[in-house]
Each structure stands twice: as C-alpha cells, then as structure tokens.
C-alpha cells in the first residue's frame, strides 16, 4: 500500500518562496496520479496541482498559476510542490495525495485520489 509523507512545512513571508516535498513508500510512484490540495482555516479544501499519470496532463488552479510548480523525481519516489511568490491567502495545510487508477486533466482535478498524506502546514505573513 502506497503511503505519503510531506515535508516543507514553514513560515515565509508574502513574497517568499517554499518548495513542499512527498515521499511515497510501498510503490513505485512512477505509475500514480498525482496532486496537491490545501486546506485553509474556514475554506473549502481544493486542488492545487495535480499531474495525470499517463501522459503527464497537469491541472494548476488559477490561483497557483505562473507562482506554483508540480514535479516528480521517479528515481526518488517524492514529488514535490514548488511554491513562489507566496500570499497571505495561500496559508493552509498541503496535502500530497496519488492515484493508479485517477487521471486529471488540465481544466479538472478532484479529490478522487485513493492515498493521502498526512498534511504539511504553510502559513505566509504579510
């Protein structure tokens, strides 16, 4: 069974950059889905970034767009989040999660991915 770890948490100021990390164990990475959510206080939870499996199809919510970086190191089994120019509204915790079987596409990624991490805390002050 596949299990996820992030790592990156941190305090940064607007402006700043932070770059979020996912170690997966138990499968090779290389054959999942993957994505990043957050969570903020009193919001709804929603997709970051995901990236489709097959042909490497990649969805950016607007508010990530041209500041937010998806990426995969299969030799490594992570994937990771690069974040720059960071906001105050993108305080929330980040989720890494990953899916054999879930392929997003570039206009839609939802939550239907089967293992998730354990979430990692980014707050940005201004």
């Known amino acids: 069974q596949l299990q996820l770890v992030e790592s990156g948490a941190g305090l940064v100021q607007a402006g700043g950059s932070l770059s979020l990390s996912c170690a997966a164990s138990?499968?090779?990475?290389?054959?999942?889905?993957i994505g990043w959510f957050r969570h903020a206080s009193g919001a709804v939870p929603e997709a970051v970034s995901c990236?489709?499996?097959?042909?490497?199809?990649?969805y950016y919510a607007d508010s990530g767009k041209g500041r937010f970086t998806i990426s995969r190191d299969n030799a490594k089994n992570t994937v990771y989040l690069q974040m720059n120019n960071l906001k105050p509204e993108d305080t929330a915790v980040y989720f890494c999660?990953?899916?054999?079987?879930?392929?997003?596409?570039?206009?839609?990624?939802?939550?239907?991915?089967?293992?998730w991490g354990q979430g990692t805390r980014v707050t940005v002050s201004s």
């Open positions: 999660a990953a899916d054999p079987d879930y392929y997003p596409e570039e206009d839609r990624c939802s939550a239907d991915f089967a293992s």
């Open positions: 138990g499968s090779p990475l290389g054959y999942y889905s």
């Open positions: 990236r489709s499996a097959p042909d490497d199809s990649t």
